[in-house]
């Protein structure tokens, strides 16, 4: 397995989400599904490391998160779609970043998918000038040419238009056969036409 949970526990407030929450992630693609509020968001941020389980370990690759923080996070590919945190930054300036950060980034693939997303004309603006969708296309972007061994994606058809939902459903069949990284879909439904590698049910 590429990705793999054990024992995960966490909870908001006082409001259990996840109690001994196991899971494999095997390379391919892997959809998380569930309804509003059964924490679709909050496992993917628990899998980027970004939120600290209060008991659980997890691993990529044999590296676990809470021995090799860092060499765990190099290797997963997490951001909110709704995030402000990258407001300020160009399209450019953030594919820069991420760059940096993941090795295996494809240079080539991220200009197919400037072209495919018709970002070109928004390379140097601000962020927060993007409309919802636009910005969202930047982060898959950035998620599909990172290389990263584990990809997590949130609600990733989201805003789009529909030429846009044709372009990340053919990119997430191309991924679906791949043999050493996975792919984390989290939506209210499974991608359309996409060979499922395993799916995690929640609030089940």
């Known amino acids: 397995m590429l990705l793999q949970v054990d024992e995960l526990h966490f909870g908001f407030a006082g409001h259990s989400l996840f109690q001994g929450f196991d899971a494999r992630i095997p390379p391919g693609v892997t959809w998380a599904g569930g309804d509003e509020s059964t924490g679709k968001t909050t496992l993917l941020r628990l899998l980027a490391g970004e939120l600290t389980p209060e008991k659980g370990a997890l691993q990529v690759n044999g590296i676990a998160l809470a021995e090799q923080p860092q060499a765990y996070r190099s290797q997963v590919f997490w951001v909110d779609p709704r995030t402000q945190v990258f407001d300020a930054l160009t399209p450019q300036t953030y594919w820069d ?108």
């Open 97 to 204: 970043g991420v760059r940096k950060q993941f090795p295996a980034f494809s240079e080539e693939l991220l200009a197919d998918l400037v072209e495919g997303f018709a970002l070109a004309p928004h390379r140097e603006k601000s962020l927060y000038m993007l409309s919802t969708g636009t910005k969202r296309k930047v982060f898959l972007a950035a998620a599909f040419a990172s290389g990263a061994a584990v990809t997590l994606l949130d609600e990733p058809f989201a805003a789009l238009d529909k030429a846009s939902i044709a372009l990340v459903l053919e990119l997430l069949q191309e991924a679906s056969s791949h043999p050493s990284r996975a792919w984390v879909v989290a939506d209210y439904v499974a991608p359309r036409g996409v060979a499922l590698a395993a799916t995690v049910a929640l609030g089940s």
